[in-house]
């Protein structure tokens, strides 16, 4: 039974050695819902349920490249909860996936998907290749081989997956027409196509549009707005520059965008101009007036207002929360699922920076997601003005619910403590009267 922190840690070395990730956010994640277990809870081992995921579906995918050679990647399908909906969550090619880092994102995920009120359950899934050293034919046949796999354990009421790092819309509608070509149907099971291709508006921009109006209830609670305001950007995805152009619309000075090379770095702020061309070109490629790039550095120690990490995981270490804490800034909002690493988040909150956690800041993206696979249900496509202000209800919702079940300390709210708490309620509830 676990009761402690030292019994959660023996169970996860037990039952999950060698998976550092998957530890740091079961660990985050027992911290602050700890106090809310009761003897009911233990008896039937609820917290064993809670982060152990229902299956974990791993499989080769074998395709051939542009030289006529036959290649193998690694692919796994993390399914963690149905307890509330269907499983829902992205697929993320990159070399460096692992069942850790993908029970991590799926174990999240569940907790994320009850924030956005959607009856949506929590999963995750992911190869181990880099698509970007693919021609576009390779790219189609690895789609091609992964879906021919995947096909048969995904579906509208089954398990739902959109995209995430490495998985852009492009490739979304590549997986959406071997799932139509191999089970004859198109009943919204992926969601992030194009928007040509059977997508919602306002998809693509929706996890950094969401962020922002994240930030927004944020800085509201602290009597602050976003106008004039300095925000460190890190990435150069599908997040970071939406959220860098959400930032710049409602008044914000977008200071940085970054990549695994290094930073963009523009003292008086990018314009709408130069964020149109991030994202279309390598950051370190582009020359622009009023910015410089600045090989092997992250953001963190560019003087701002507002960070945000939307690039990776652990992206945010103990250095550089040093170096974000010694200037002005005051408020993180994670774009990136768990961006920073646990020493980097002790430091900030320690340093009286507010957090926004991921598993709240970020949903927008799989809020949308939901509404596109109710689109795809009824045939009836809804327009970007519509969508934009389901995004922005929902995110006002989730802010709602992270505050919900906490109280101001320092005069500050602890937005992590506050989701977790809240998705957990309503979680436990339902497993607890579900019996097992
Ligand atoms: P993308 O693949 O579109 O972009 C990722 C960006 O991060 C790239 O610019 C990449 O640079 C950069 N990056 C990757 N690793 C590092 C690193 N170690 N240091 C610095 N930069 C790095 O991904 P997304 O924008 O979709 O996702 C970003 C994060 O947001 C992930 O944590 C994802 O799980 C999360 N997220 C995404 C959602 C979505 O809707 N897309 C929804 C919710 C969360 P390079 O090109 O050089 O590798």
Redesign the pocket.
């Known amino acids: 039974m676990i009761r402690t922190v030292w019994d959660l840690r023996s169970f996860l070395e037990h039952h999950a050695p060698d998976q550092p990730e998957y530890h740091q956010a079961v660990l985050a994640w027992f911290d602050h819902i700890k106090d809310d277990l009761d003897d009911d809870h233990l008896k039937d081992g609820l917290i064993e349920r809670m982060i152990t995921p229902d299956r974990i579906i791993s499989f080769k995918v074998v395709w051939r490249d542009d030289r006529g050679r036959a290649r193998l990647n690694r692919a796994w399908r993390v399914q963690h909860s149905q307890t509330i909906g269907p499983y829902k969550g ?1 697929l ?1 090619f990159h070399p460096h996936v692992n069942a850790s880092v993908l029970k991590f ?1 799926a174990f999240e995920q569940t907790a994320k998907n009850i924030l956005t009120g959607l009856f949506l359950g929590g999963a995750k899934g992911g190869m181990d290749i880099d698509p ?1 050293e693919l021609s576009m034919g390779e790219q189609e046949r690895v789609c091609t081989a992964f879906m021919t796999e995947l096909h048969k354990y995904i579906g509208q009421y089954t398990d739902i997956p ?5 998985v ?1 819309a492009g490739m979304i509608s590549t997986l959406q027409k071997t799932f139509s070509q191999v089970t004859g149907r198109f009943d919204g099971t992926l969601t ?1 196509k194009w928007v040509c291709a059977g997508g919602s508006q306002g998809r693509d921009e ?2 950094g549009y969401g962020c922002v109006y994240f930030l927004r209830h944020v800085l509201d609670d602290h009597h602050d707005d976003l106008e004039g305001k300095a925000v460190a950007i ?7 520059t939406h959220a860098a152009e959400k930032a710049l619309a409602l008044g914000a000075k977008v200071i940085s965008l ?4 290094g930073t963009l770095h523009s003292p008086k702020g990018l314009s709408p101009e130069d964020l149109e061309r991030t994202k279309h070109n390598r950051l370190e490629q582009l020359e622009l007036k009023n910015a410089t790039f600045h090989k092997g550095q ?1 953001p963190w120690s560019l003087p701002c207002d507002i960070a945000m990490p ?4 652990n ?1 945010l270490d103990h250095e550089d929360a040093k170096a974000l804490s010694q200037g002005p800034c005051r408020v993180i909002v994670e ?3 768990m ?1 920073l690493t646990d020493q980097a988040t002790e430091y900030c909150k320690d340093a009286g920076l507010v957090i926004a956690p ?1 598993k709240a800041a ?1 949903a927008g ?2 809020a949308v997601s939901g509404l596109e696979r109710a689109q795809n249900t009824t045939g009836k496509p809804w327009s970007r003005q519509h969508v934009d202000q389901a995004l922005q209800d929902v995110m006002t919702e989730i802010h709602e619910r992270c505050t919900r079940h906490i109280h101001r300390s320092g005069g500050r709210y602890d937005y992590s403590r506050g989701a977790d708490r809240s998705a957990f309620r309503q979680w436990s509830t339902v497993l607890m009267t579900q019996g097992v």
């Open positions: 992205g993320r994102l970007r959109a995209g995430d790092i490495g852009d992030g929706a996890t890190s990435g150069a995805g599908n997040v970071a970054s990549n695994s090379v992250t939307c690039a990776t995981q992206e774009g990136a699922n961006p991921g970020n993206g799989v």
